[in-house]
């Protein structure tokens, strides 16, 4: 490595462990990028987030490099620089592969968002009431959004006149069906729950961004869990799942749900696999089921629900990092780090994040509201007009495990003795991927096994698409999987409505406000109602 390389390394890049080593390999995505529209203050900062990808991946291995060349009394970091540089990829195929697989899917990424918002910029003008401007460019683009596949990831762009995009590299369609459904609850319960402004473009769409804003008085607090009530009952009838905390917005007075991939699901025929509901013990056709709230009582990480814990503001956990990084004394050490469980999920008011536990009155009648709305509509709901059928033939995500699960298997895979061979990383794969397949039964799942393993060799997070009125899962079609599809799971749950199953969900609720509740809240409570 030249010393202007080296020079231009410590200056940009010197926080990301062993920049020196994985910066050949995003030649590639500089020399593309160049001669696309991106400013030089954008392309930098891809740049960074590129290197910072790469480095994640390879540090325990560079870092087994570093111990083991220090080992040999070996003591200049230049050096271990040029040798590890020029055995990685014989040393660590699957490494190198990785890399490369990493940058050529990052710059694909980069590109299409470019491409489609020069493509789609009258389209876009016009739905989001943009000012009219020829001139409007990407300013800026922040990546990894979200769970990434085949390098691709929800994107916020911003724009060069200050607005702000969501850009999604899958479809969308179903956010706009969520939207119709949402302002027939609005005419119902006469309110008005937030909607996202969707623009879809077949495998890709623009969003509305978001805003997280304060409240400014207490009585926004009480619209605010008044709305969040109803939300909460909108996504026990429709079947929801994945509304943990970061696909909450607390947007002033008005929650909202801003991922909609799952905001309907299909019902599995039979229990020979256990599901991740059933391990962690989540009633079907719960409260439970979306995340947006927790109870103690389950296996389900209280401090992910959606609508939040009250106290739990930040959580201690261990995490390996590495110090010193690109010096001959970096090395990969655990560290106790404090991390946030209050995101942009909770009401902020006068700089405090605000829970639900203090407006319990107005979050009970939002739900009860709409939960008694939708027993008065039952008939409605199953007619042939039913808001139900805005639903019906659009794309949805369907994730067979958690995708935390797959996180960390992935990240698992990182170690040294994965990384030198394609056969040993092929084989330990399997093995942990297998292991949920192991019971009697099972075999009609080995086509789910072998998605996954296919998906997770090329770095992805399995995910199925299916349209909502599907009963299989990929190319397999001879294997009914859904004893409901995701139409038929919401008609189902509209039967199965009842004062009993209102009360039990009650339960449900009061047992999640009562968590870290204190004799202060509970007087506060009382002086709110008063």
Known sequence: MNNQTINFVEK???????????????????????KGNASIELINKLHVSLLQEMSLVAEVVLQKELDYFKKNEQNCYQQFIKTTSLLLATKYPVLDKTLKRIVNNYLKHIQNIFSNFSKDITLILKSFSIKENKNIIIKDIDTSLGDGHSGESTALVTLSNGTKLIYKPRNIDVGNSYNLFVNWVNQKLDTNLKTIKCVSNGN???????????????????????KAGILLAVTLLLGSKDCHLENIIASGKDPVI?????????????????????????????????????????????????????????AMNIESQVINPNTIDSKRTSRFIYRKQVKENIPLYKNTHVFANNYKSHFVKGFTYAYDMFIASKEELKSCNSPINFFKNQKIRYVWRPTFVYFRILKYMRGVSFMSSFESYNSKLYELMSKAYQKENSNNYEFILDYEVKQMLKGDIPLFDLDSMDYHLGENKSFKIFKYNCIENIKDRIDSLSIHHKEKQLEYIERWLQIGISKKDIATEVQLNA
């Open 12 to 34: 940009k890049f010197f926080k990301i462990p062993f920049v020196d080593i994985i910066l050949p390999y995003s030649n590639t995505f500089l020399g593309e990028i160049k």
């Open 258 to 314: 801003i991922d909609h991939e799952t905001i309907i699901q299909p019902v599995l025929s039979n229990q020979s696999i256990r599901t991740w509901d059933n391990q962690h013990k989540i009633p079907h056709f719960s409260v439970l089921e979306s995340m947006l709230i927790a109870n103690s009582d389950t296996g389900v990480p209280i401090e992910c629900s959606g609508y939040g814990i009250k106290g739990n503001v930040e």
């Open 204 to 226: 890709y769409g623009w969003l509305e961004f978001v805003i997280y804003e304060a409240v400014n008085t207490p009585d926004e607090l009480q619209e605010y869990y008044y």
